[in-house]
């Protein structure tokens, strides 16, 4: 199905076909250290699934998503939370966070969505929201021996690797692989560290998970 997130109907599909179960959530909560006095944000935060399993670890908690099912979803979710939270409509790019608002960021399989100069953009624009020493984690479609600009050559070794990962459920995800390394917009290790560095964020770890999936934990200096 033809990926947009305007429309309910991919909405649907997408939580439907990879809903995360929540114990998957678990080393999340331990990697970015939450704890009690944090303020969390999460980028593309979907149905609110990593919000409202985090929210009982920290102060509040906030999610943004450019889809209104999404979020409305997320705000069935989060009405049974105890801890404050707060959800935007927005597109990343029109995010405007207060200065130092947040101690932990987190976005899963949601920032491959931007064209790499808006994700520099991105990284300059929430610089100033995050403290210093605030741990931010990206998880998303990134190439870790390569960057975009090697696609065409890496492509073969991409490929078998993508049907190595999936293994039997190969053949039902091929075509949304497919679309996600040549029409959305997953990038080289190599630039995300730049736009990162751009944005005041020094890396600290990668943990890929493959040689196009993984993530990337910084620190804000
Ligand atoms: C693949 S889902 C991931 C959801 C959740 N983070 C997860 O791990 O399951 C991507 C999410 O990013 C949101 N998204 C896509 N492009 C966006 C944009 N430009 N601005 C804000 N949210 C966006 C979508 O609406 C969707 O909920």
Request: proline share 5%.
């Amino acid at each position: 199905m033809e990926e947009n997130w305007l429309n309910d109907e991919y909405v649907r599909y997408y939580n439907t076909n990879y809903a995360t179960p929540s114990q998957e959530y678990a080393p999340y909560l331990e990697l970015l250290e939450l704890g009690p006095q944090d303020a969390l944000l999460d980028l593309g935060c979907g149905a609110g699934e990593f919000l409202t399993y985090a929210a009982p670890k920290v102060a509040r908690v906030h999610g943004i998503d450019l889809s209104p099912l999404q979020i409305s979803l997320a705000s069935e979710k989060c009405s049974a939370l105890a801890t404050p939270w707060e959800l935007t409509c927005t597109s990343f790019e029109k995010f405007q966070a207060p200065a130092q608002s947040f101690t932990k960021g987190f976005s899963r399989k949601a920032l491959h969505h931007l064209a790499d100069p808006q994700k520099l953009e991105l990284c300059l624009n929430l610089g100033p929201a995050f403290r210093s020493g605030a741990l931010l984690y990206i998880e998303d479609g990134i190439f870790f021996n390569f960057e975009r600009s090697q696609l065409d050559d890496h492509w073969e070794e991409l490929w078998a690797d993508a049907a190595r990962y999936y293994g039997e459920s190969w053949e039902s995800k091929r075509q949304d692989l497919y679309n996600s390394f040549r029409r959305e917009h997953p990038c080289g290790l190599g630039y995300w560290k730049e736009c990162l560095q751009r944005g005041g964020f020094q890396l600290l770890k990668t943990y890929p998970r493959s040689s196009f999936y993984g993530g990337i934990l910084a620190r804000k200096v």
